[in-house]
């Protein structure tokens, strides 16, 4: 049984090395000086970290630092709702209940690009384009489907007679939710966070369209920040790509183990 097993060790050795790649040759460019145009799939025989000091000069900490705060004000809010919505709908299976996954499910297949100059025109209009509710808003309503969609079917694996005891002992459903159930979603919380705010982190077809002011730019703007029609400082921006997803990286290996718990228990029938 063993040997029969033995070809998913390559396989698995060439999936994680296609996803390698991009990091490799973003560490390799982000090292090199722009006088140099050997190939990019070899390493450097030197390490040059001027584009580090370039990538700081520019808007990345700026960006940086916006983006953590968007993210964290998105997500928080992603993993509350998502959590209050999703604990009806998977305990109430009705046809109307049924209808609202349904919708939830249509509203995730909706591409971003294609709603974007309505969306435009209702945030300008609102007075809320280049500000952190506006940006915030939207992430939450794209994004929150994906976290009612996850925590619905965690959820619906949980026993009901869990809810029949604490209705027994005299809990409502708020009571129960927030004392029985949401301690029990520690696991698909950390999915839900990670997913959630890696999307929110990389975004930027919102952020190109409504934040147009220079103090309150993303992660994603600034690293395009490096690239104009009369020039492009390509190394500087390997650099910042490189700044930029640390915060990402670190977030995933401090919760790695509740995501892959959250995602094996989730994977349930929606």
């Given at each position: 049984?063993?040997?029969?097993?033995?070809?998913?060790?390559?396989?698995?050795?060439?999936?994680?090395?296609?996803?390698?790649?991009?990091?490799?040759?973003?560490?390799?460019?982000s090292l090199r000086h722009s006088s140099d145009h050997s190939?990019?799939?070899?390493?450097?025989?030197?390490?040059?970290?001027?584009?580090?000091?370039?990538?700081?000069?520019?808007?990345?900490?700026?960006?940086?630092?916006?983006?953590?705060?968007?993210?964290?004000?998105?997500?928080?809010?992603?993993?509350?709702?998502?959590?209050?919505?999703?604990?009806?709908?998977?305990?109430?299976?009705?046809?109307?209940?049924?209808?609202?996954?349904?919708?939830?499910?249509?509203?995730?297949?909706?591409?971003?690009?294609?709603?974007?100059?309505?969306?435009?025109?209702?945030?300008?209009?609102?007075?809320?384009?280049?500000?952190?509710?506006?940006?915030?808003?939207?992430?939450?309503?794209?994004?929150?489907?994906?976290?009612?969609?996850?925590?619905?079917?965690?959820?619906?694996?949980?026993?009901?007679?869990?809810?029949?005891?604490?209705?027994?002992?005299?809990?409502?459903?708020?009571?129960?939710?927030?004392?029985?159930?949401?301690?029990?979603?520690?696991?698909?919380?950390?999915?839900?966070?990670?997913?959630?705010?890696?999307?929110?982190?990389?975004?930027?077809?919102?952020?190109?369209?409504?934040?147009?002011?220079?103090?309150?730019?993303?992660?994603?703007?600034?690293?395009?920040?490096?690239?104009?029609?009369?020039?492009?400082?390509?190394?500087?921006?390997?650099?910042?790509?490189?700044?930029?997803?640390?915060?990402?990286?670190?977030?995933?290996?401090?919760?790695?183990?509740?995501?892959?718990?959250?995602?094996?228990?989730?994977?349930?029938?929606?």
């Amino acid at each position: 049984m063993k040997r029969r097993h033995l070809w998913r060790i390559p396989v698995a050795l060439l999936i994680v090395l296609i996803y390698l790649i991009p990091f490799y040759i973003v560490i390799s460019v982000s090292l090199r000086h722009s006088s140099d145009h050997s190939s990019w799939w070899a390493l450097p025989n030197y390490l040059f970290f001027g584009n580090y000091a370039t990538a700081l000069k520019g808007s990345i900490l700026q960006g940086i630092l916006n983006s953590v705060i968007i993210t964290i004000s998105s997500v928080a809010l992603i993993v509350i709702f998502g959590a209050l919505a999703a604990y009806p709908l998977a305990r109430n299976k009705n046809k109307l209940n049924r209808a609202v996954r349904i919708f939830v499910l249509g509203v995730m297949m909706v591409p971003q690009l294609s709603i974007i100059v309505p969306i435009y025109s209702l945030v300008t209009n609102l007075k809320l384009g280049s500000t952190y509710p506006g940006i915030v808003l939207l992430l939450v309503t794209f994004f929150l489907p994906l976290s009612i969609f996850i925590f619905t079917n965690f959820i619906a694996s949980i026993p009901r007679d869990l809810d029949e005891a604490a209705a027994i002992d005299g809990c409502g459903p708020i009571r129960t939710f927030f004392l029985i159930i949401m301690p029990q979603l520690k696991p698909v919380t950390a999915s839900v966070i990670i997913l959630t705010g890696v999307n929110c982190w990389n975004d930027f077809q919102f952020s190109l369209y409504l934040l147009q002011k220079p103090q309150i730019t993303s992660v994603t703007l600034a690293i395009s920040g490096f690239f104009a029609q009369v020039g492009s400082n390509v190394y500087a921006a390997a650099a910042a790509a490189v700044l930029g997803v640390i915060p990402v990286i670190g977030l995933f290996l401090a919760m790695q183990k509740y995501f892959i718990k959250g995602m094996v228990d989730s994977a349930v029938k929606f």
